[in-house]
């Protein structure tokens, strides 16, 4: 199928696509890298009346550090991620979870800030957002707004944003030198969308787990949080009865639907086995000060 | 029905095209229909099956999920670059003596993720091959030869100096 | 697909199942309902716009009232089609009776076909989405008194 008939509008500043967006609201849908709208498009299962394409707005092509926050604006691809030595330092777990982004073909097009703002309940860069904590800044013609990310999620597909609100930037915190980080997923196809993806962040201290932070994908209509589960970790100063209780409480708490690919039950079995794996390896890189280098 | 239209330059394979196209008209479709480019092949339409596989700026990207107006301002290549009939490339030559292709709807893309690939690791793994194809569906071969002719072509590039 | 919930109706279960009875009101609080004429006895032809984000459609189609238990039991049928495809869905609520309120047991199966089966793994996420928001509304309903 071909995407349907829409108006479009090729802005060269963020002042003119907010203009854009407040006059046409929800029927006006932003075209970023396209990874996402596009198939929704071709498929006409979307339907805009005005496509706003960002790309001509070199303003939100920016990667920086500024305080302790690593700001990716709109337009930064998601190869960006896995290129740049600096995001590695910075905040490791993008750098994790980045290679389980789509394909190449698709991070070279495909945006950070699009991916978060399409908000699909099993795509990876949702759940890093949760994990540590990153900020979302959504702009209008009226203000700027800093939204959390565990605000940010509202639902499958659907954010806090309002109609006439563009994802101008996302703000992830750069992670200290005492956290370790790692991401994992299974999928049918390295590349496609998760079964199951856990984001996984411990920082060590005297030889034991101080704090953690454990975020899941593909586990709900939104990504996951699980702070019994992160509790459960720094409870118990011995590393595998640790893992051990948060694998039990991933298990217990996750209400994953079950679908043709992967049923309810194995995706939590695969939400308990990632939780293992993820903490064991993120433990690993935060006692031997790597971050999240690749072991 | 109102269709907007606008009026691009593209720049395909080094040359330049002045086209008058529907905004809502993919580049895979403005290559087929409009350059008849045909090289580049239409399979899923949501980025998943590969087949449509081209170059924009030298970086691989899937041609179905790029408006057409969008590669305005950029370099576009697709396979018909790679090499002729008369003078394959490497890569082509390595897919031809590994047998690793059977109808070939699948391959341009194939080709454009794979020479753009081995640019970046000329003396990949057999994993990492395996991963670098994982944005490629075939229906015919099972990949086996595929993955074999992508090993070949690091070879013959490597040996080439190239 | 499968899907289930519970939700509490606050106010006694005759009243909720005169809600429920009542065609219009129903209409009223469903999601994206634009139209809804009856075609028959417990049979309505509706169209519905309906979607999350931008993925958006409108449906339509017929609905159908498969059972009436009072004041117990409910159960519809539904099916819709649009551009991208067809919704066959049938749902049951069971009532239950807590004195000044009432409990809701609703289940549902939920088909789609054409190109809206690209999105079934989130149909479940989406249905529950928009049955929480079908029944937010009832509950608004009872509470006005406007039942």
Request: aromatic share 4%; glycine share 10%.
């Given at each position: 199928?071909?995407?349907p008939?829409?108006?479009?509008q090729d802005p060269a500043?963020v002042?003119?696509?907010?203009?854009l967006?407040?006059?046409?609201?929800?029927?006006?849908?932003v075209l970023a890298?396209?990874?996402?709208?596009?198939?929704?498009?071709?498929?006409?299962l979307a339907?805009p009346?005005v496509?706003?394409?960002?790309?001509?707005i070199d303003?939100?092509d920016y990667l920086?550090?500024e305080?302790g926050?690593l700001?990716?604006g709109a337009?930064?691809?998601q190869?960006?991620l896995?290129?740049e030595?600096d995001?590695?330092r910075m905040?490791?777990?993008?750098?994790e979870?980045?290679?389980?982004?789509g394909?190449p073909?698709i991070?070279?097009?495909?945006?950070?800030c699009g991916?978060l703002?399409?908000?699909d309940?099993a795509?990876?860069?949702?759940?890093?957002?949760v994990?540590?904590?990153?900020?979302?800044v959504?702009?209008?013609?009226?203000?700027?707004r800093?939204?959390?990310?565990e605000?940010?999620f509202t639902?499958p597909?659907?954010?806090a944003l309002?109609?006439?609100?563009?994802l101008?930037e996302a703000r992830?915190?750069?992670?200290?030198p005492?956290?370790?980080?790692a991401?994992?997923e299974?999928?049918?196809?390295?590349?496609d969308y998760?079964?199951?993806?856990?984001a996984?962040?411990?920082?060590?201290?005297?030889?034991?787990?101080q704090?953690a932070?454990?975020?899941?994908?593909?586990?709900?209509?939104?990504?996951v949080?699980?702070r019994?589960?992160?509790?459960?970790?720094?409870?118990?100063?011995?590393?595998e009865?640790?893992i051990?209780?948060a694998?039990?409480?991933a298990?217990?708490?996750?209400?994953?639907?079950?679908?043709?690919?992967?049923?309810?039950?194995f995706r939590?079995?695969l939400a308990?086995?990632l939780?293992?794996?993820t903490v064991?390896?993120?433990?690993?890189r935060?006692?031997?000060r790597?971050?999240g280098?690749h072991? | 029905?109102?269709?907007p239209?606008?009026?691009v330059?593209l720049?395909?394979?080094?040359?330049?095209y002045?086209?008058t196209?529907?905004?809502?008209?993919?580049l895979?479709?403005v290559?087929?229909?409009d350059?008849?480019?045909t090289?580049?092949h239409?399979?899923c339409?949501?980025?998943?099956?590969?087949?449509c596989t081209?170059?924009?700026?030298g970086?691989?990207v899937?041609?179905?999920?790029l408006?057409?107006?969008q590669?305005?301002?950029?370099?576009?290549t697709?396979v018909?670059?790679l090499?002729?009939?008369d003078?394959?490339h490497?890569?082509?030559?390595?897919?031809?003596?590994?047998?690793?292709?059977?109808?070939g709807?699948c391959?341009?893309?194939?080709?454009?993720t794979v020479?753009?690939?081995?640019r970046?690791?000329?003396a990949?793994?057999?994993?990492?091959i395996?991963?670098?194809?994982?944005g490629?569906?075939?229906?015919c071969?099972?990949?086996?030869?595929i993955?074999?002719?992508?090993e070949?072509a690091?070879?013959?590039l490597?040996?080439?100096?190239? | 697909m499968?899907?289930?919930?519970?939700?509490?109706?606050?106010?006694p279960?005759?009243?909720v199942w005169?809600?429920?009875?009542?065609?219009?009101?129903l209409?009223s609080c469903t999601p994206g309902?634009?139209e809804l004429?009856p075609?028959?006895?417990d049979?309505?032809?509706?169209v519905?716009?309906?979607?999350i984000?931008?993925?958006?459609?409108?449906?339509?189609?017929?609905l159908?009232?498969?059972e009436?238990?009072?004041p117990?039991r409910?159960a519809?049928?539904?099916e819709?089609s649009?551009?991208?495809?067809?919704v066959?869905?049938v749902g049951?609520?069971?009532?239950?009776?807590?004195?000044?309120?009432?409990?809701v047991?609703?289940?549902?199966e939920v088909?789609?076909?054409?190109?809206?089966?690209?999105?079934s793994?989130?149909?479940p996420?989406i249905?529950?989405?928009?049955a929480?928001q079908f029944?937010?509304?009832l509950?608004?309903?009872l509470q006005?008194?406007?039942a």
């Amino acid at each position: 199928m071909k995407p349907p008939v829409f108006d479009y509008q090729d802005p060269a500043s963020v002042e003119e696509a907010l203009e854009l967006l407040a006059r046409h609201g929800a029927a006006a849908k932003v075209l970023a890298g396209g990874q996402s709208l596009m198939p929704l498009l071709n498929l006409r299962l979307a339907r805009p009346e005005v496509v706003v394409d960002i790309n001509r707005i070199d303003a939100l092509d920016y990667l920086t550090e500024e305080s302790g926050w690593l700001r990716v604006g709109a337009r930064v691809r998601q190869r960006r991620l896995e290129r740049e030595a600096d995001v590695r330092r910075m905040v490791p777990l993008l750098a994790e979870a980045v290679r389980f982004v789509g394909h190449p073909q698709i991070r070279n097009r495909g945006t950070v800030c699009g991916s978060l703002a399409h908000a699909d309940p099993a795509a990876e860069l949702p759940a890093v957002a949760v994990a540590v904590g990153a900020r979302l800044v959504a702009r209008s013609r009226s203000g700027v707004r800093e939204i959390p990310a565990e605000e940010f999620f509202t639902g499958p597909l659907t954010t806090a944003l309002r109609p006439d609100e563009l994802l101008a930037e996302a703000r992830f915190p750069c992670t200290g030198p005492d956290w370790g980080w790692a991401f994992l997923e299974v999928s049918n196809r390295h590349g496609d969308y998760a079964l199951c993806a856990v984001a996984a962040g411990v920082r060590a201290g005297d030889g034991r787990i101080q704090d953690a932070r454990l975020a899941y994908a593909g586990a709900g209509p939104v990504p996951v949080r699980l702070r019994e589960a992160e509790a459960a970790l720094v409870e118990h100063s011995d590393l595998e009865e640790g893992i051990r209780a948060a694998s039990a409480e991933a298990r217990r708490v996750l209400q994953p639907d079950g679908d043709l690919h992967a049923s309810s039950e194995f995706r939590r079995h695969l939400a308990a086995v990632l939780t293992a794996r993820t903490v064991r390896l993120a433990w690993t890189r935060a006692r031997t000060r790597s971050g999240g280098a690749h072991a | 029905m109102r269709e907007p239209l606008r009026t691009v330059q593209l720049e395909v394979n080094g040359a330049a095209y002045t086209v008058t196209v529907p905004v809502r008209k993919t580049l895979a479709d403005v290559l087929r229909e409009d350059l008849q480019l045909t090289g580049t092949h239409v399979g899923c339409e949501q980025g998943v099956c590969g087949a449509c596989t081209v170059w924009l700026d030298g970086e691989p990207v899937r041609s179905c999920l790029l408006l057409a107006i969008q590669a305005a301002g950029h370099r576009v290549t697709t396979v018909e670059a790679l090499g002729t009939v008369d003078r394959l490339h490497p890569v082509q030559e390595a897919f031809w003596e590994n047998h690793g292709l059977q109808c070939g709807f699948c391959t341009p893309g194939i080709l454009m993720t794979v020479v753009a690939f081995l640019r970046e690791h000329p003396a990949p793994s057999r994993q990492q091959i395996r991963e670098a194809l994982a944005g490629h569906l075939c229906r015919c071969t099972g990949y086996q030869n595929i993955v074999r002719a992508v090993e070949d072509a690091a070879r013959r590039l490597q040996a080439r100096g190239t | 697909m499968k899907i289930e919930g519970t939700e509490t109706l606050h106010a006694p279960r005759d009243r909720v199942w005169a809600l429920l009875d009542d065609p219009q009101a129903l209409a009223s609080c469903t999601p994206g309902m634009q139209e809804l004429r009856p075609t028959g006895p417990d049979e309505f032809e509706a169209v519905l716009s309906i979607g999350i984000a931008a993925v958006r459609g409108t449906y339509k189609g017929k609905l159908r009232i498969t059972e009436r238990t009072p004041p117990e039991r409910y159960a519809v049928q539904v099916e819709g089609s649009s551009g991208a495809g067809f919704v066959r869905a049938v749902g049951v609520l069971e009532l239950e009776d807590q004195g000044a309120q009432t409990g809701v047991r609703w289940s549902g199966e939920v088909q789609v076909g054409g190109a809206l089966t690209l999105g079934s793994r989130m149909i479940p996420g989406i249905a529950r989405m928009l049955a929480g928001q079908f029944f937010q509304c009832l509950d608004r309903k009872l509470q006005e008194g406007s039942a």
